[in-house]
Nanobody, 120 residues
Framework: QVQLVESGGGLVQPGGSLRLSCAAS????????MGWYRQGPGKQRELVAV???????NYADSVKGRFTISRDNAKHTVYLQMNSLEPEDTAVYYC??????????????WGRGTQVTVSS
């Protein structure tokens, strides 16, 4: 079974930085896209950033220029460097892996989420 485990969330002041990590474990052969979504209080889950295995990245307009996504394909790990954080970035951040090739038929997986709170 493939599992995604996030880490790195927490409380930070406005203007601060955090780095999220997500490691995929299990009998994984490859992962096409890895990314981050978030769900703020009273809001729907939204895409934050996604990065394909070949290096194509896509960001939400609200985080462009502040957040950077990267990944280590060999370790099946994705990172999200978040700078210049704003209170509006407060949310539960979920890791997503899509196009997963493994010994199970399921191709998309989600982590349980990590809380990011931006407040003074």
């Amino acid at each position: 079974q493939v599992q995604l485990v996030e880490s790195g969330g927490g409380l930070v002041q406005p203007g601060g930085s955090l780095r999220l990590s997500c490691a995929a474990s299990g009998e994984i052969l490859s992962i096409d896209a890895m990314g981050w979504y978030r769900q703020g209080p009273g809001k729907q889950r939204e895409l934050v950033a996604v990065l394909t295995r070949r290096g194509s990245a896509n960001y939400a307009d609200s985080v462009k220029g502040r957040f950077t996504i990267s990944r280590d394909n060999a370790k099946h790990t994705v990172y999200l460097q978040m700078n210049s954080l704003e209170p509006e970035d407060t949310a539960v951040y979920y890791c997503n892996a899509d196009g997963v090739v493994s010994f199970t038929p399921q191709a998309e997986f989600w982590g349980r989420g990590t809380q990011v709170t931006v407040s003074s």
